[in-house]
T-cell receptor
Framework: DTGVSQDPRHKITKRGQNVTFRCDPI?????LYWYRQTLGQGPEFLTY????????KSRLLSDRFSAERPKGSFSTLEIQRTEQGDSAMYLC?????????????FGSGTRLTVV | AQKITQTQPGMFVQEKEAVTLDCTYD???????LFWYKQPSSGEMIFLIY??????QNATEGRYSLNFQKARKSANLVISASQLGDSAMYFC??????????FGTGTRLLVSP
């Protein structure tokens, strides 16, 4: 297993367009997390899944954002009608059920630029 | 609410010297975990070290050690014998109840030859 994969690495889109990002977690990890990181800040929690169930969503996740993990494996994060304020790095992480010592593995992120 | 505070926006250290990166936390949950991550310019978050709230001993991982002072709610990262490759952003994070991580704003470390 090569770790958590995110695709694409970079995305430039025009304001108002829809974008979708994909995350492939470590195969035996039950939990999957999405974070957003803006310039000069630490990552902020967006949402997380345990298997296919979305268990928590941050207030940061407006109605334009939706995340899915249909079969408890990969996950997608879609942003509709993108705005310039959506420009950020979107990080995905996965962890086993216990999620304890160092159990979170992060992907390399998708950097979104909205022009 | 859970909060992580990193008060050092940037730190400079010479190669082979030790450096301490500060982290204080706030939570009312008696059970929590504290993490340090390194983020190079490429963007990935690299796990460095973990400390559980009930752990009696300070965590160590190679050149990294965590100075855990529970009463002061601090969890400082100590990097011994700094290397040029240590230059990166460093984030302190905390996990409570729902398993998500709460991050601080980070400290940029620059190691000079």
């Amino acid at each position: 297993d090569t770790g958590v994969s995110q695709d694409p690495r970079h995305k430039i889109t025009k304001r108002g367009q829809n974008v979708t990002f994909r995350c492939d977690p470590i195969s035996e990890h039950n939990r999957l997390y999405w974070y957003r990181q803006t310039l000069g800040q630490g990552p902020e929690f967006l949402t997380y899944f345990q298997n296919e169930a979305q268990l928590e969503k941050s207030r940061l996740l407006s109605d334009r954002f939706s995340a899915e993990r249909p079969k408890g494996s990969f996950s997608t994060l879609e942003i509709q009608r993108t705005e310039q304020g959506d420009s950020a790095m979107y990080l995905c992480a996965s962890s086993p059920m216990a999620g304890s010592t160092g159990g979170y593995t992060f992907g390399s992120g998708t950097r979104l630029t909205v022009v | 609410a859970q909060k992580i505070t990193q008060t050092q926006p940037g730190m400079f250290v010479q190669e082979k010297e030790a450096v301490t990166l500060d982290c204080t936390y706030d939570t009312s949950d008696p059970s929590y975990g504290l993490f340090w991550y390194k983020q190079p310019s490429s963007g990935e978050m690299i796990f460095l070290i973990y400390q559980g709230s009930y752990d009696q001993q300070n965590a160590t991982e190679g050149r990294y050690s965590l100075n855990f002072q529970k009463a002061r709610k601090s969890a400082n990262l100590v990097i011994s014998a700094s290397q040029l490759g240590d230059s990166a952003m460093y984030f302190c994070a905390m996990r409570t109840g729902f398993q998500k991580l709460v991050f601080g704003t980070g400290t940029r470390l620059l190691v000079s030859p």
